[in-house]
């Protein structure tokens, strides 16, 4: 009896055996950030990578995206009244 040949065609769906998941962790970030030696595994990689997977057409993602700018924006506000405040004293 011959082998029966199957019509889908694995590799152009999937890719070869090389080639990592969609799902795996760290294919967001960006080219300096991996030639500094950034991986998922560390915090601010892990942040990148994070970041990078937001897509902007999605509104909880912008939603995301806006809470990690005010996360991360607000101690730098902090930061500089308090420079200011000191500077007018």
């Known amino acids: 009896m011959p082998p029966v040949e199957e019509p ?5 769906e999937y890719g070869d055996e090389n080639t990592p998941p969609s799902w ?17 595994h560390v915090p601010d990689g ?12 999605k509104p909880l993602h912008r939603m995301t995206a806006w809470a990690l700018l005010i996360v991360f924006g607000l ?3 902090f930061a500089l009244l308090r420079v200011l405040q000191s500077l007018s004293r």
């Open 8 to 12: 889908f065609d694995y590799d152009e």
């Open 46 to 57: 892990a942040l990148l990578d994070f970041a990078g997977k937001l897509d902007g057409t």
């Open 24 to 40: 795996f962790p760290g294919g967001n970030l960006p080219p300096d950030a991996v030639r500094m030696g950034l991986t998922h």
């Open 75 to 77: 101690p730098v506000v």
